[in-house]
């Protein structure tokens, strides 16, 4: 016999880590905080009731996160959602089992069981290991003396009641239902046949207007802006900040200033047309500011590819969402989170992998070798963390999601696309005792110290540089840094800055490593989107760190710098800002008269590291400002980064002009402006 889960029915196949995980009944527990790690699930956590919606994800979640698809008695043959094939050991021909998960009380990992008329077993891949669960999202189904089914999405530490489309609890007879022997779909409903054949009918359709109530009564909205519109009519559309398409379906959430206090109750999964939803505040506090407060709903993430969240100037608690890696960069810039009120400073949004405390870690003070040089004497270069904790390191999850991002960053832009050869390139790690770093007033006590007191309006913070060089010197056991050469080390700093804040940073430091003092170059890039993670850290790393170039802001109306042909930096890192405003005098004088440079447009204009008196070869380039900046070295930069390079690789290396050129291929590498 042979039954197979249909795990992508309906368009919301990529649905993630359904991070449901309150309690079962009525006992929610009190919401954690703190560093990150779990913790019991707060009072606001979803419960699966009447919404369709809901169980719509719970299947897909069961399809997802490891759940036998196939299964094959005759063969007596097992394949897992990630196409794994397995091999078990019945106890006899009937064709009758389930599949389900359990904690082994000796090593504390949960692992996938069978059973065969009445008889238990582990699954064992080919080489006779049990298989752990695949992700740290996958339900584990229970009953209780009743028959009541339950489900938990957090290993086993909490579990939740099982309702149908009418609200009526699901009975199952037995003690482990395992899986869903099929699920069948239509735009209407959805039919779940259980493994004892039962079968469950459920609505598709999500219960938008009980969704909506919910948020009206968990935060006091007899009091609030909705109390004019809200359950006053059938028509939602009708009711304050509410917008639905032609089919009735919400398509905007706009709930700002709306006097609304308490914790968001965890249904918005109930909105998959939903593009913005908005409860923030302006600025400047008014009495008719939302007060919201507790962790954020884990069912926001649910849409997190098609809906933005806006939540900023409120006073919600530190929250730890969970997704799979490849959605980091639609989550990242799915929510405006910062700043809340001075009074929640401390406020933090982590996005962590769904995989993060699943599997085996990366050590602390412990390094990789990403990569070993090709050629010249081999460039080392770090790349770490701060505010990642011991759950974080987890082999793949999010600090190597982040630490691969900043290579793929570091090496993605030209010229150091092609002069990734010359490096020798070290992951290094370190638990910080509390996940995240510090912003404003709340400093975390992470590993190396990150603090930005304020971070709205500075664009600088503290560290401490020693605790870098001896988490180094402790995971490469020594290896030497340069006591001449600044060792190059890219620090990526677990805090979610959507919005408003500063951001990249570069700081030169000296410590002391192996016994000796040594400078180091350090890169800080906070996380955010992809996109704009890269362009932070290819202006501050490899422009500032690696290539000692200079900032390029400013304009002919900035700060004149005084006697600035006496400045010690001018002449010490000069590839890409001058004093001399005639180019034929610049450092940049032999592109500026090569044809080959003239659609780089170089000339000398105004305005170069916040001094009017001071000028750049571009208009614009990546070490212009961010509202200005192309992701483009112009020439000059590019010859200082491949003369920092070069003489790093190879011992008496002497810049020569068409060497470069050969190299540089500018006719491949042009603005684009």
Same mark, same amino acid.
């Given at each position: 016999?042979?039954?197979?889960?249909?795990?992508?029915?309906?368009?919301?196949?990529?649905?993630?880590?359904?991070?449901?995980?309150?309690?079962?009944?009525?006992?929610?527990?009190?919401?954690?905080?703190?560093?990150?790690?779990?913790?019991?699930?707060?009072?606001? $956590?979803?419960?699966?009731?009447?919404?369709?919606?809901?169980?719509?994800?719970?299947?897909?979640?069961?399809?997802?996160?490891?759940?036998?698809?196939?299964?094959?008695?005759?063969?007596?043959?097992?394949?897992?959602?990630?196409?794994?094939?397995?091999?078990?050991?019945?106890?006899?021909?009937?064709?009758?089992?389930?599949?389900?998960?359990?904690?082994?009380?000796?090593?504390?990992?949960?692992?996938?069981?069978?059973?065969?008329?009445?008889?238990?077993?582990?699954?064992?891949?080919?080489?006779?290991?049990?298989?752990?669960?695949?992700?740290?999202?996958?339900?584990?189904?229970?009953?209780?003396?009743?028959?009541?089914?339950?489900?938990?999405?957090?290993?086993?530490?909490?579990?939740?009641?099982?309702?149908?489309?009418?609200?009526?609890?699901?009975?199952?007879?037995?003690?482990?239902?395992?899986?869903?022997?099929?699920?069948?779909?239509?735009?209407?409903?959805?039919?779940?046949?259980?493994?004892?054949?039962?079968?469950?009918?459920?609505?598709?359709?999500?219960?938008?207007?009980?969704?909506?109530?919910?948020?009206?009564?968990?935060?006091?909205?007899?009091?609030?802006?909705?109390?004019?519109?809200?359950?006053?009519?059938?028509?939602?559309?009708?009711?304050?900040?509410?917008?639905?398409?032609?089919?009735?379906?919400?398509?905007?959430?706009?709930?700002?200033?709306?006097?609304?206090?308490?914790?968001?109750?965890?249904?918005?999964?109930?909105?998959?047309?939903?593009?913005?939803?908005?409860?923030?505040?302006?600025?400047?506090?008014?009495?008719?500011?939302?007060?919201?407060?507790? $962790?954020?709903?884990?069912?926001?993430?649910?849409?997190?590819?098609?809906?933005?969240?806006?939540?900023?100037?409120?006073?919600?608690?530190?929250?730890?969402?969970?997704?799979?890696?490849?959605?980091?960069?639609?989550?990242?810039?799915?929510?405006?989170?910062?700043? $809340?009120?001075?009074?929640?400073?401390?406020?933090?949004?982590?996005?962590?992998?769904?995989?993060?405390?699943?599997?085996?870690?990366?050590?602390?003070?412990?390094?990789?070798?990403?990569?070993?040089?090709?050629?010249?004497?081999?460039?080392?270069?770090?790349?770490?963390?701060?505010?990642?904790?011991?759950?974080?390191?987890?082999?793949?999850?999010?600090?190597?999601?982040?630490?691969?991002?900043?290579?793929?960053?570091?090496?993605?832009?030209?010229?150091?696309?092609?002069?990734?050869?010359?490096?020798?390139?070290?992951?290094?790690?370190?638990?910080?005792?509390?996940?995240?770093?510090?912003?404003?007033?709340?400093?975390?006590?992470?590993?190396?110290?990150?603090?930005?007191?304020?971070?709205?309006?500075?664009?600088?913070?503290?560290?401490?540089?020693?605790?870098?060089?001896?988490?180094?010197?402790?995971?490469?056991?020594?290896?030497?840094?340069?006591?001449?050469?600044?060792?190059?080390?890219?620090?990526?700093?677990?805090?979610?800055?959507?919005?408003?804040?500063?951001?990249?940073?570069?700081?030169?430091?000296?410590?002391?490593?192996?016994?000796?003092?040594?400078?180091?170059?350090?890169?800080?890039?906070?996380?955010?989107?992809?996109?704009?993670?890269?362009?932070?850290?290819?202006?501050?790393?490899?422009?500032?760190?690696?290539?000692?170039?200079?900032?390029?802001?400013?304009?002919?109306?900035?700060?004149?710098?005084?006697?600035?042909?006496?400045?010690?930096?001018?002449?010490?890192?000069?590839?890409?800002?001058?004093?001399?405003?005639?180019?034929?005098?610049?450092?940049?004088?032999?592109?500026?008269?090569?044809?080959?440079?003239?659609?780089?447009?170089?000339?000398?204009?105004?305005?170069?590291?916040?001094?009017?008196?001071?000028?750049?070869?571009?208009?614009?380039?990546?070490?212009?400002?961010?509202?200005?900046?192309?992701?483009?070295?112009?020439?000059?930069?590019?010859?200082?980064?491949?003369?920092?390079?070069?003489?790093?690789?190879?011992?008496?290396?002497?810049?020569?002009?068409?060497?470069?050129?050969?190299?540089?291929?500018?006719?491949?590498?042009?603005?684009?402006?």
């Amino acid at each position: 016999m042979k039954t197979t889960i249909l795990s992508k029915i309906f368009a919301l196949a990529t649905i993630f880590t359904l991070a449901v995980g309150c309690s079962s009944g009525e006992d929610s527990g009190e919401g954690g905080g703190g560093g990150g790690g779990t913790s019991q699930r707060p009072s606001n $956590q979803l419960r699966l009731t009447s919404d369709a919606a809901i169980l719509h994800n719970l299947y897909t979640t069961i399809a997802t996160f490891g759940y036998a698809p196939i299964f094959d008695l005759s063969a007596k043959r097992v394949t897992l959602s990630n196409g794994k094939e397995f091999t078990i050991t019945p106890s006899g021909d009937t064709p009758s089992f389930v599949i389900y998960a359990e904690k082994d009380e000796e090593d504390k990992t949960w692992y996938w069981k069978y059973e065969f008329e009445g008889a238990q077993g582990w699954l064992m891949d080919s080489n006779n290991t049990r298989v752990a669960l695949l992700k740290s999202a996958a339900p584990i189904f229970n009953t209780d003396a009743s028959g009541n089914l339950s489900a938990s999405f957090d290993k086993g530490q909490n579990y939740i009641q099982l309702s149908d489309a009418a609200g009526n609890k699901i009975k199952i007879t037995g003690k482990h239902p395992g899986l869903f022997q099929a699920i069948k779909g239509n735009s209407n409903e959805i039919t779940i046949t259980l493994v004892n054949d039962q079968s469950i009918e459920v609505l598709r359709k999500p219960d938008q207007r009980g969704a909506l109530e919910a948020i009206y009564d968990a935060c006091n909205g007899d009091d609030s802006k909705l109390s004019g519109s809200w359950k006053k009519t059938d028509d939602i559309d009708a009711w304050y900040g509410i917008t639905c398409n032609s089919e009735g379906e919400i398509t905007q959430i706009d709930l700002r200033g709306c006097r609304l206090k308490g914790v968001l109750p965890d249904v918005f999964a109930a909105f998959p047309k939903c593009t913005t939803i908005r409860f923030n505040n302006d600025a400047t506090a008014t009495a008719n500011d939302n007060e919201l407060t507790g $962790q954020l709903p884990q069912s926001m993430t649910t849409y997190v590819a098609t809906t933005k969240f806006y939540l900023h100037y409120n006073h919600f608690d530190i929250t730890d969402f969970y997704i799979p890696t490849e959605l980091f960069d639609i989550a990242s810039s799915a929510y405006r989170v910062y700043p $809340q009120r001075e009074d929640s400073y401390d406020f933090r949004l982590f996005i962590n992998s769904d995989i993060d405390g699943t599997g085996p870690k990366h050590g602390h003070e412990t390094c990789v070798q990403v990569q070993k040089a090709a050629k010249g004497k081999g460039i080392d270069i770090y790349f770490i963390g701060d505010g990642y904790d011991e759950e974080n390191h987890t082999k793949g999850g999010t600090l190597d999601f982040w630490l691969n991002e900043a290579v793929k960053a570091t090496f993605g832009i030209h010229p150091m696309d092609k002069l990734k050869q010359y490096f020798n390139i070290y992951f290094v790690y370190g638990y910080s005792p509390e996940r995240g770093v510090g912003l404003f007033n709340n400093k975390r006590n992470c590993l190396y110290g990150y603090w930005q007191k304020n971070p709205l309006k500075e664009s600088n913070c503290s560290f401490n540089a020693q605790n870098i060089a001896t988490t180094i010197e402790k995971a490469t056991k020594g290896r030497a840094f340069s006591t001449s050469d600044r060792a190059w080390i890219c620090m990526m700093v677990n805090t979610h800055v959507h919005g408003g804040m500063y951001r990249g940073m570069q700081y030169s430091k000296n410590v002391v490593y192996n016994g000796v003092n040594v400078p180091i170059a350090v890169g800080i890039n906070p996380t955010y989107s992809i996109s704009s993670t890269a362009s932070l850290l290819q202006h501050e790393f490899v422009g500032h760190a690696m290539g000692t170039l200079l900032d390029e802001y400013g304009t002919a109306d900035s700060p004149v710098l005084e006697n600035p042909e006496l400045n010690n930096t001018l002449y010490t890192r000069n590839y890409n800002v001058t004093y001399e405003s005639d180019p034929t005098k610049s450092p940049w004088a032999d592109f500026y008269r090569d044809p080959r440079y003239a659609h780089e447009k170089l000339g000398c204009y105004a305005g170069a590291w916040n001094y009017g008196n001071l000028y750049r070869p571009t208009t614009t380039s990546m070490m212009r400002s961010s509202g200005e900046r192309i992701y483009w070295f112009n020439a000059p930069s590019r010859r200082g980064i491949y003369s920092k390079i070069m003489q790093r690789a190879f011992t008496a290396w002497q810049f020569d002009y068409e060497e470069f050129v050969k190299f540089d291929e500018p006719e491949k590498h042009k603005p684009n402006y």
